[in-house]
Each structure stands twice: as C-alpha cells, then as structure tokens.
C-alpha cells in the first residue's frame, strides 16, 4: 500500500495547456496555461486587507486550486521583508534517508514510513521560538511527486510550516535524468532566488555533510 501511495504521483500524465483558477478569500484569479511539464507561474498581487481574516498566526493563507470539475486545497506562506529565514535540506538532515547506501536509500523512500532526524523538530520549534519572524524553507533535489507524502510526514512529526522547492522531473522526457545529476547546482538555482527576494532577511542553511 505504502509503494503505492508513494509510486502513484510519478504515474500521473500532466497536461499542457490548461488554465487553472486560484480561489483566494471570495476572488477568483485565473493563471496562465500549464506548459508542457503541467506546471504554470504567475504572479498575484494582494491587498492586506484582503487578507486581514484569512492568514493564521504563523502566515500562512490557504487557497484553492479550482478547475471545471474539482478543487484542490493549497497554502502559501507570507515572508515578511525582515526576520530570519532557515533554508534547510531534506534527505538526512531533517529526514533518514541513507542516501550513500542506494538500496537503504530506495527502502526509505518508497516502502517505509519516513522518519525524523533525532532532535531537529526540536530544533526548528526552538528557532521558530527564539528567531523574530522565522520561516523555513525546505530546498531538496527530491522529485516533487514525492511533496504530498513529505508534506504530510512534515505535519505530523510536528515541523513548522514551511515552503518546498523540489525538483520538476517527468517520466516521459529527459527531465528524469535530472534525478541523477549533482544536486550541487539545482540547489544553488533555488537558493539564489529566495536571497535576491527577500534582501533584508538574514538566512541560516543546514544541511548534512
């Protein structure tokens, strides 16, 4: 069942093309059409005020992904301009994961429940306590088929909330052997934007050795 679950987001065929709609509060904000991999980007610009009954203590505003025939809930994550920023690594420095031992590393990610790093939700509950505006950004080389079952561990264990950059791959094309490629240079290419967004935050990485 866990193999399953875990296997089933890499079976997906994502669609090009197609809109999406963002429901925020009572507004309705239309995206621009998927590409080709299925994702989209785009930019929605607020008014605090619109926001003033809908974000919880932490900054956190959840919305909805709507097209004709379903929805899908969603968060995203007010950083405010100054505070702290943590920008912290998946695979065995907040998860096990084993990754120098490829059969372990396979075990771990698909037929085992995940598991916690000993003391590092203490840890981040601890910076989120002592560290003004503090937020968490999760950067990994792990294929985003695999956030919905990270996001969940996340919740569960008792992390604080935090935003995910993982890495776009897709079975059909030859994204799928970016799984292989040094993860050196993917992660620097999500780190560097986060910096240049918020220039006023001062910014703590962690990761393993």
């Known amino acids: 069942k866990l193999l399953n679950q875990r296997v089933m987001p ?17 507004t309705v904000h ?17 008014h605090e005020n619109q926001l003033l009954n809908i974000t919880s203590k932490d900054g956190i505003v959840n919305f909805q992904a709507v097209d004709k025939d ?9 950083v ?40 590092m939700v203490q840890y981040f509950l601890e910076c989120k306590t002592q560290y003004e505006n503090c937020c968490f ?6 294929p985003y088929q695999l956030f919905e079952a ?17 890495k776009k791959i897709r079975i059909k094309d030859k994204t799928l052997l970016q799984l292989l490629a040094d993860p050196r240079d993917y992660k620097m290419r999500q780190i560097e934007p986060l910096l240049k967004t918020f220039p006023n935050r001062t910014f703590i990485l962690i990761g393993d050795s």
């Open 10 to 26: 890499f079976t997906v065929d994502n669609k090009s093309m197609k809109y999406v709609n963002i429901k925020i509060g009572n």
């Open 30 to 46: 239309r995206m621009p059409r998927s590409l080709k991999d299925g994702h989209f980007f785009g930019n929605i610009t607020l």
């Open 70 to 78: 379903r929805v899908f809930q969603g968060v995203f994550h007010l």
């Open 80 to 119: 405010p301009p100054k505070g702290i920023s943590i920008i912290s690594d998946i695979d065995d420095t907040v998860k096990i994961t084993n990754y120098l031992d490829k059969k372990e590393f396979y075990k771990n990610i698909f037929i085992r429940e995940f598991k916690a790093v000993p003391g």
């Open 137 to 142: 950004h999760y950067v990994s080389a792990s």
């Open 150 to 166: 990270l996001d969940n561990f996340f919740r569960q264990t008792g992390f604080p909330p935090a935003t995910f950059h993982l």
